[in-house]
């Protein structure tokens, strides 16, 4: 199971951070991701992190958002600074089948509204 939290309204250049609590498998075996949508737009993926740590990010929020998990406490994590209004969109976490980051996402959480003003 995957929580998020963290979600919420912010003016434009502001800062949140998303989490996700895991339950019923570690964080650190396996790929991790955020993805966010906009309704009537696709999924897009926003940041990965694999088990050895490796992580990969959209072009559009490259030096502005970081992904990062904490083992201890089996959660993931978005940092988000400078948001932009483009930035605004339902935020997923998901877990990927491999250890390595593929494009398959077996597991979702329910989402977490980010909105962000001008």
């Known amino acids: 199971q995957l929580v998020e939290s963290g979600g919420g309204s912010m003016q434009s250049g502001g800062s949140l951070r998303l989490s996700c609590a895991a339950s019923?498998?570690?964080?650190?075996?396996?790929?991790m991701g955020w993805f966010r949508q906009v309704p009537g737009k696709e999924r897009e993926r926003v940041a990965t992190?694999?088990?050895?740590?490796?992580?990969t990010y959209v072009d559009s929020v490259k030096g502005r958002f970081t992904i990062s998990r904490d083992n201890a406490k089996n959660t993931l994590y978005l940092q988000m600074n400078r948001l932009k209004p483009e930035d605004t969109a339902m935020y997923y976490c998901?877990?990927?089948?491999?250890?390595?980051?593929?494009?398959?996402?077996?597991?979702w959480g329910q989402g977490t509204q980010v909105t962000v003003s001008s």
């Open positions: 998901a877990r990927g089948l491999y250890s390595y980051c593929s494009n398959s996402w077996p597991a």
């Open positions: 019923g498998y570690s964080v650190s075996t396996g790929c």
């Open positions: 992190i694999d088990y050895r740590l490796t992580t």
